[in-house]
């Protein structure tokens, strides 16, 4: 009976328990006295032995006081509190890693009410859950005692990831946001700023971009020293801009993404400061070795990647890393109706977007015999492929990009590659392309990468080993576009679901909030002291006039005081020279060992 | 004068530039009370110092802990209040300002005061400069100019409190728990007869640092060759460089990194026969306990402005154009680091151990320098070794343009007060005609501006006109100094004299412009 309901209600879950036998060295049921079930986990019983149902009963009153409500309960055990809650009208979802236990609640319990009224969460790694169940995470958690107990290394960080998702979804944080100073990452980090927006926290952005051509003056100096002294003093420049920039904004974290101009020396200076410091490294670990000398210097590191990079970080000194794949930004990458006019020029049966990188070279000779496109820079324009370049091989803009996704019937995604001759057999992360064509709404075939899996189902994302099996896919879908329709809706489904920036950040945000406490209480401290500190304030000789500058209810900084005092405009109150003097303190206390 | 105040908010080493200014300042003014303003964190040096009768603290690490929130604003006003309250607590007939920050200018101002020497701050909070040697002082701290300048520091801290520098070192006294700390240091470490050498690794930034494993091999040389046994000195910050340097060495020295509180390396420096360091505040301490020091002047220490203040010390200065350079931008390829060879500072060991006149020739082309007191009573550098004759030369005309010129001057900053006194120089063939001709240029359209502010009512055309002319002399000078950087000391203090004017009506700000062109004029014609 139980299983019929799963199976309505998650198929697959109902199979996977199906097939599972109810018995494991760990588990060891019982008869509690009223002669109910109860079940030892590890040693740890997880009902009470007297009586179960009563315990339950118990721990709904005094544990999740108030109105039925939504809640995502944090252990199943043999389910007598989830049957309880759902007797008393709450809803929502339950969480349990253990299969084989969720079996024997099955066996154990009629669990149809709970089915009803809460989805099972069940058998699920944590990094999945937090990826592919936002919104139970964000919501009232409350952890089943006994089974936190019996089991705290799952449900101990699912705990803290869901503390770390509300205070990220509440918003308010200060971000300092340091973008790369040239390169790809570059408009990883404006979807990254413009996501963590609209998640309500106020971000600054230091644009190291500005200084991108100052960069390049690099290459005007031969002697190989002379460069790297001249790159070296640049950063370091910037380095002092973004300390300036922290004191001044004083962050509750700092985010850098791939290329920003962040050296050792800055980092250790961020770090006395207690801010604490992530970087999101958008690149292939083993093509773009720099990060062996600065990811020690970072508090949290987000890759890409997984394999062996996390084993080679932490030999490097990281302390914390993160798995954090690219993604689409939805209201950038989206299906768009086209005009005729665009329909024309950016339209093709078969379109490719990137730069012209030796493997993508080689391996679209073999394509030379379909109507193809290709856009992007880079590209040399010689044969066979110069007839299908599109503008000389210039740089495609991201709107123009948006409209090549929806005007083609198919697009090609080939990861780059500087030395295989065509498809690397061993490549594992996910371009940001991969998101943003799926955001489109748009058909793509994409060379395989073993991280996909885990981001799309087979249904959502077509990807091919081979030139052979391209082309038999291009033949197939370009004979079958509603297949290939569907096949692009449900992966924009899947990209609106899990995977836009909003819940990257959401969830970078999340664990930082967990490896972090101070970001926490610096928030709850600065909503607290918002207003005592003005009443504070108001008491002090001479400093009514300052703060009548200030908007009332509006957060009040030294660095606010200090711009409400006119430059050379009369006399200076003594209360304008000593906040003046306090300013002087704080930024000479940066330079002091 | 009754009531001194002396402001110095810098490090151990500024404290001891300061003595001979106490010093000098409690003979030429025995019955005034000095009050002498630091920060807390180097409070320990001062037990051993004289000169004071009583002294305030700034505790800024604390304001800084409680700035770090914005909640701690309050706490730390109250705090910067009760500071402010206590140090003025009553008027000075003289506040000195020995440090450069805003932050003194604006404590500065807030203080009931007759004169002021250094920096303040006027109405608008713009910081000012007061007295005309601390003109100078900021004149050269800004560019090209310090290297020209050969008047150090403490000499100029005693003319900024307008008191004679005297011929004597910078002083500090031995407390009893220092010493008994340095013996029993020494003792358990197993210090034979052997005279002992100290090596200062560290320094409060890694470009003024010679490299741990250079200080290693010269250790090495120097207890190999017999004869003395080095110790390394140094605070628990430069325990790194230490370890780096011990695991370089193949004879071990006496460690003493960390070990040592400030009254206990005092002591421990006095029981030493010499010192190698970088520009160090164990190089100051050295000074004052009488040994002499060879000073290592990399990145952008200046031997001449801030090398240790006593006679007898030795300076390595690197043979590059460089040298010593700007404090910004910092240079992002310290190559004077490994420009001293490890044979040349060894060379200059042996002559500061063993006496002569002169060490073995370097190859290297390392400049070498010998420190003494002048017969004005001035700490002097004599180039022993590659100096640069005709940089000397201009240098020290300089040097003795600026006594010339600076003492005797006052407080006030007056372009009328500024006479060149004395005789000495001659005025022959202008030596720099151009900078002679601009500078009369200035003269003559500042004495242009204040006759027309004299009319009535104003030409306004005209003035404008004659404003844009006095910028463009101005903007000649300036490309002139960058064209010939010899001349940017005259320059640079010219522009720091028109830049701290203080007078508002016309006729006063041209007065004050004229009297900056004439000084340079005839600054000029001198050189």
Redesign the interface.
Known sequence: MNLTALKRIDPILAETTRRIAPVREDLTLEQARNGRAVVKKGGILLHSTYDPRKEAAHWVTSGVPGAPRSLCVLGCALGYHLKELADKGFRGAFIEPDLVLFRLALEHQDFTSVLERFRPLVGIPLERLRRAHREPLAGETIPHPASLRANPSYFQPVADYARGVKVARQGELKILLINPLYGGSLPAARHSAAALKKLGHRVEVFTSQAFAQGLELASEFTVSAHRKSFTGGLVSLLGQGIELKAMEFQPDLILALAQAPLHHPTLSRLEQMEIPTAFWFVEDYRALPYWRDLAAGYGYFFGIQRGDFPAQLKQSGVKNYGYLPTAAAPDIHLPVKLTKEDQDEYGSPLSFVGAGYHNRERFFRGLTDYSLKIWGNEWPLTQPLAPFIQRDAARVDTSSCVKIFNASAINLNLHSSTYHEGIDPEGDFVNPRTFEIAACSALQLVDKRSLIPELFGDDELESFESIEELRGKIDWYLTDPGAGRSMAARGRARVLAEHTYQARMEELLALMICAYPTITQRLESREKSLSTLREELELLPGMEPLLHRIPAGGEITLELLCKTIPKEAGTLSRGERMILMLQQIRMAGRDEP | MKEILLLNLGRYGDLIQTTPLLRRLKATHPSARVTLVGQHRFRAVLPLMSGFDRCFLLD??Q??RS?????G??A???A??EF?GSVGGQRYDLVINLTS???SA??V??LDTVAVAGKT?D????TLVKSPWALYLYSFLRGDSRRYNRINLADIFCNMGGVQPDGKPVELRETKEGGSSAVSFLTRAGVSDLPLVGLQLGA?DSIRCWPAASFARLSDLLQESGGVRTILLGSP?ELPLAQEALSLMKHQPINAVGKTDIPGLFSLLRRCALLVSNDTGTMHFAAAAGIPTVMLTLGPASLFCTGPFSAGNLALQPPLPCSPCRYE??C??PVCRVAISVESVESACRLLLRGGSDAQNDDHGTKLYRSDFGLDGYLEWEPLRNGDAAAEELSHKYARLWKKVLVGSGFEVQGSRFKVQGSGFKVTEPRFPELLRLTMEGCEVTAKIMAAARQSPLPLDSIGALGEEEASVESGMRCLAGRSPELSPLVDFMTIMKENITATNLDAIAAATHDAYALGNRLTALL
């Open positions: 800024q690490d304001l800084t700035l770090a929130r914005a909640e604003i309050p730390a006003y109250r910067l209040e402010v920050s805003d932050f604006q404590l101002a807030l701050s109405n608008d909070g713009r409060s910050a931008p910092a992002g390829n």
